[in-house]
T-cell receptor
Framework: QKEVEQNSGPLSVPEGAIASLNCTYS??????FFWYRQYSGKSPELIMSIYSNGDKEDGRFTAQLNKASQYVSLLIRDSQPSDSATYLC???????????FGGGTRLMVKP | DVKVTQSSRYLVKRTGEKVFLECVQD?????MFWYRQDPGLGLRLIYF???????EKGDIPEGYSVSREKKERFSLILESASTNQTSMYLC??????????FGNGTRLTVT
């Protein structure tokens, strides 16, 4: 069983809608959670970090963390075609600096 | 802002050649990583290093070696390139418990 699970998609949403991306993880010792965006042919870029339960907002992005249920999600409000990309969830425990990545969810925002 | 620089964006090599992929980071990070990314397989860790001259195998080290003679530089070596090593190679670094920062990637084609 993969340690970090994401639905591979594609997740298709119309422009202006809210895109909801979900990620579950198996290691209860996980302490740090990250969302990366990766455009086709490019390297992943960090868009959100979250370390404690609850919501963290940054512009149109909101990360949500629920450690009891072992899931982390990313909401993108007012989705734009430029948001079309693969979103990678990454999880780190306190044992070191190793990140475990999910397989990514491909998001398509249609005009 | 963290900068991770990979020496080449695109490389074409012949089967059997020795290939060097270079990565330099400018943030004095202790930890550096090499991943490869292939469609449908996600990010796979090849090797990582947590200090100068230290290295640890990741999930898929076969056919690769690494070198870290200076803190800022982490090199990936393909001793004898094979066609199944055609891939996107991503270098990353991290320090102080923060997120991973990726370089721009090197797309390697082995013919």
């Amino acid at each position: 069983q993969k340690e970090v699970e994401q639905n591979s998609g594609p997740l298709s949403v119309p422009e202006g809608a809210i895109a909801s991306l979900n990620c579950t993880y198996s290691d209860r010792g996980s302490q740090s959670f990250f969302w990366y965006r990766q455009y086709s042919g490019k390297s992943p870029e960090l868009i959100m970090s979250i370390y404690s339960n609850g919501d963290k907002e940054d512009g149109r992005f909101t990360a949500q963390l629920n450690k009891a249920s072992q899931y982390v999600s990313l909401l993108i409000r007012d989705s734009q075609p430029s948001d079309s990309a693969t979103y990678l969830c990454a999880v780190k425990n306190n044992a070191g600096n190793m990140l475990t990545f999910g397989g990514g969810t491909r998001l398509m925002v249609k005009p | 802002d963290v900068k991770v620089t990979q020496s080449s964006r695109y490389l074409v090599k012949r089967t059997g050649e020795k290939v060097f992929l270079e990565c330099v980071q400018d943030m004095d990070h202790e930890n550096m990583f090499w991943y490869r990314q292939d469609p449908g397989l996600g990010l796979r860790l090849i090797y990582f290093s947590y200090d100068v001259k230290m290295k640890e195998k990741g999930d898929i080290p076969e056919g690769y070696s690494v070198s870290r003679e200076k803190k800022e530089r982490f090199s990936l070596i393909l001793e004898s390139a094979s066609t199944n090593q055609t891939s996107m190679y991503l270098c990353a670094s991290v320090g102080g418990g923060g997120p991973l920062h990726f370089g721009n990637g090197t797309r390697l084609t082995v013919t």
